[in-house]
Structures are given as structure tokens and as C-alpha cells.
């Protein structure tokens, strides 16, 4: 039911920053859990991030704790993703989704995409 647009990719140099966005819309977006995801060339889909619908949990894969943050807006149906000390490894498209199921610490009930935003880091 939810659409999902992802905005704020770029290029940027090894050691930068960049902030991406979620905006959603024809869904309730305070009642899902959202997650981050990416995937890098001839590789597949890795988990990035996740935040409850209240956002007041969140869950970070090992390679992005200590420089990545996810935060929500419930207000401005909106789902940032701040991306800290950059590493070429971190190039890939990054997609948001929503949660829908009965247990958002359920990697598999984020069902729903947004089309993706490329991030590339060079060295």
C-alpha cells in the first residue's frame, strides 16, 4: 500500500558524508518498522539498518555501526538514513522498505521498495 521514493545519493570522497531520505506516502507510515538496505554490484541485497515504527529501537549491521544513523519522522512520513566516514566498500544502490508483518525484527517482512538511490564512494 505504501509508496516509497529514496533521494540524497551522490558522489563523495572516501572519509565523507551523505544524508539519504525515504519519503513515503499512501500508507499509514507511523505503523510500519522501516529498514535500509543496499546492494553493490553482482552482489545481493545486504541489510544496512532498521528502526521500530515508534523509533525507539534501531538495529545496525556490523559494517556500518559507529558511522551509520537511522532516524524516522513520523510527522514528515519521512525515514533518513546519515551516512558518516565513508568507504569505497559502502557503493551500492541503497532502497528503503517498510515493514509489514507481525514482528519487525523479521528481516523477510520488509516487502515494500522504493526504487533505490546510488551511492558511490571513491578512494
Known amino acids: 500500500q505504501v509508496q516509497l521514493v529514496e533521494s540524497g545519493g551522490g558522489l563523495v570522497q572516501a572519509g565523507g558524508s551523505l544524508r539519504l531520505s525515504c519519503a513515503a506516502s499512501?500508507?499509514?507510515?507511523?505503523?510500519?518498522?522501516m529498514g535500509w538496505f543496499r546492494q553493490a554490484r553482482g552482489k545481493g541485497r545486504e541489510f544496512v539498518a532498521r528502526?521500530?515504527?515508534?523509533?525507539?529501537?534501531?538495529h545496525y549491521a556490523d559494517s556500518v555501526k559507529g558511522r551509520f544513523t537511522i532516524s524516522r519522522d513520523n510527522a514528515k512520513n519521512t525515514a533518513d538514513l546519515q551516512m558518516n566516514s565513508l568507504k569505497p566498500e559502502d557503493t551500492a544502490v541503497y532502497y528503503c522498505?517498510?515493514?509489514?508483518?507481525?514482528?519487525?525484527?523479521?528481516?523477510?517482512?520488509?516487502?515494500?521498495w522504493g526504487q533505490g538511490t546510488q551511492v558511490t564512494v571513491s578512494s
Open positions: 522498505a517498510a515493514h509489514y508483518g507481525n514482528n519487525w525484527y523479521d528481516l523477510s517482512e520488509y516487502t515494500y
Open positions: 499512501g500508507g499509514a507510515f507511523s505503523n510500519h518498522a
Open positions: 528502526i521500530s515504527w515508534s523509533g525507539d529501537f534501531t
